[in-house]
């Protein structure tokens, strides 16, 4: 048994446990684990990670560590490619969801979906899993996954925004259920307006999955900031 010193990237030292966001921590270590799962018990998830250098040479993260080892941990490059702009986000990220829905990105979200069933949809509908939830950002069977940074959803946005520039489409998706909308008349949907809205809301629309009606109204306005601010990340 003995030590690797392990030294992390500058972007990446929020994960660390507080004592450690110097940045360089010497780990003990021995011949049976990998240099990622070293990284991983300090608090970094393999999600978050973009290349390991050992002594300054790219190495495989399978690769043993042994002491004595340099570590350098490298974040992600953003923005990062994806196979597909197709997001799943966990239960605490409601707000992040219907924001993501409102710029047209295909976001799917429960309320009380378990980490086991984001895992399965996200392997199921080839979706990245964005989530504060560490523990789920390290099951083996995780495709795809990122940590989103921030507490407040204007905050988590714009990580969002910046770590994979996703092509937005403002106006396109509903907030409800992530279904396409589609344009709808007036006449169309007068049904399912409470009395008054009609006179004041213009260019309806529906969403073809669920039904629930759509309108520009007295909300719009702010609406429209939370995709002004979108744009120049996303482009």
């Given at each position: ?57 790219l190495a ?118 992530n279904g ?56």
């Amino acid at each position: 048994m003995g030590t690797a010193l392990v030294r992390v990237a500058a972007p990446l030292r929020f994960l660390l446990p507080s004592r450690h966001r110097h940045g360089e921590v010497a780990v003990a270590v021995d011949s049976s684990a990998s240099i990622v799962h070293v990284v991983e018990s300090l608090g970094v998830p393999r999600t978050e990670i973009g290349s390991l250098l050992v002594a300054g040479a790219l190495a495989p993260w399978s690769r043993r560590a042994v002491p004595g080892d340099v570590v350098d941990v490298m974040p992600v490059a953003r923005p990062q490619p994806v196979a597909e702009h197709r997001y799943v986000l966990d239960v605490h990220f409601g707000t992040l969801a219907r924001r993501m829905r409102l710029l047209g990105i295909d976001t799917a979200y429960r309320n009380d979906a378990s980490d086991p069933e984001l895992v399965e949809q996200a392997i199921a509908e080839r979706r990245v899993v964005l989530t504060q939830d560490r523990g789920l950002l390290r099951r083996r069977a995780l495709p795809a996954g990122a940590f989103i940074a921030g507490s407040d959803p204007d905050d988590q946005l714009a990580d969002v925004l910046d770590r994979f520039a996703p092509p937005v489409a403002p106006w396109t998706r509903c907030g409800a259920c992530n279904g396409l909308l589609v344009a709808a008349s007036r006449e169309e949907i007068a049904h399912l307006l409470e009395p008054g809205t009609l006179t004041l809301g213009t260019d309806f629309a529906r969403c073809a999955d669920c039904g629930r009606p759509y309108w520009r109204g007295a909300h719009a306005s702010r609406l429209d900031a939370i995709v002004a601010a979108a744009r120049p990340r996303s482009s």
